[in-house]
């Protein structure tokens, strides 16, 4: 098959699926707006103490505090602890850029202090994450999910102040061989693995605000693709396919991002990826191009992306690893 039919096909294939709500509203959340209060010491303060909050703020302004200031702003963590708003958010006022964290969130209680970092570093990701975009300086929410853990947590979690943080217990077949298979460094699969189960601990948390049935897990993906690229909160499973995502991405966190180019410093099959790569459940690619292997490494013989067939498995999931997914509902 030519190239140009396989991006005939994948634009096809992104047209054609079922179209996704798209917003700019709530741009800088952690989470919609919601009413819940937890109140410091009442009967849902399940999360974690303040000083273990402090612990993850501190550590996330030693390592973000120098590269906000390197770009000539100010980093600015408010820390609202005692504030019941069960929520995070991001905005910018002059030349600061601001996190404000709140202790409703932290005092959750699927709240650890992995799950916090994330938090934090969704935030950062709105001020930092680059394109797309849902605003002139604000990162949409499916990009600050995916800078959470392809850049964020990375340099949170090698950071030894990080070693006594507490996170979510309970393992996790899916990551774990994810992360064995796309690092090869024990402290790099380590940190990968770290980073998946902060976004599995935050994901029970959406689950639960949402009052959902259903279980995110790894090995579940979301099949839905968007049609236009999503910018409010995505759904459970799909955020928590991002996460995963993210820190399967062997992109060097190094790696500059672009304001305006989705495809600079983040993971693409079109750039050689093997994984990582944005799930299709928010992220519309700003070029069918970006699904395709490189240049010279053409789909096999006979695969056509209009069937459900091998090439349409890779396009439509972010794992290499099918054998460890569960087994389809009959």
């Known amino acids: 098959m030519k190239r140009t039919a396989l991006l005939s096909a994948v634009s096809a294939l992104l047209l054609g699926a079922a179209l996704m709500p798209a917003s700019a509203s709530d741009c800088a959340g952690f989470l919609p707006p919601n009413d819940l209060k937890i109140p410091v010491g009442s009967a849902d303060d399940k999360g974690i103490q303040e000083e273990q909050f402090n612990q993850v703020m501190n550590t996330v302004e030693k390592i973000y505090k120098p590269q906000v200031a390197a770009l000539g702003k100010v980093l600015e963590i408010r820390r609202l602890w005692t504030d019941a708003t069960v929520n995070a958010s991001a905005m910018q006022s002059g030349n600061k850029y601001i996190l404000n964290m709140y202790g409703g969130l932290a005092r959750h209680e699927t709240i650890t202090m992995d799950g916090m970092a994330l938090v934090a ?67 790099d699969r380590a940190i990968c693995y770290r980073a998946a189960m902060a976004g599995k601990s935050v994901a029970y948390l959406f689950q639960m605000l949402r009052n959902e049935t259903v279980t995110p897990r790894f090995d579940t993906p979301s099949a839905a693709v968007v049609t236009s690229m999503m910018t409010t909160h995505p759904p459970t499973q799909c955020r928590m396919d991002t996460y995963l995502a993210g820190s399967l991405c062997t992109q060097p966190v190094s790696a500059p991002l672009s304001g305006t180019d989705p495809t600079v410093g983040t993971c693409t099959r079109s750039a050689g990826f093997q994984a990582g790569f944005r799930p299709l459940c928010w992220y519309k690619p700003a070029k069918p191009s970006e699904l395709l292997p490189p240049s010279g490494k053409e789909f096999g013989p006979g695969e056509d992306l209009t069937i459900p067939g091998p090439a349409f498995k890779m396009l439509n999931t972010v794992y290499p690893w099918d054998s460890l997914r569960a087994p389809a509902a009959k």
């Open 121 to 187: 570093c969704h935030e950062l990701g709105h001020h930092l994450g680059g394109a797309p975009k849902v605003s002139s300086w604000a990162s949409n929410e499916g990009q600050s999910d995916y800078y959470a853990n392809m850049k964020c947590l990375k340099q949170v979690f090698s950071d030894t102040a990080s070693n006594n943080f507490t996170r979510l217990s309970a393992g996790d077949e899916v990551a774990q061989k994810g992360c064995e298979t796309m690092y090869s460094d024990p402290k």
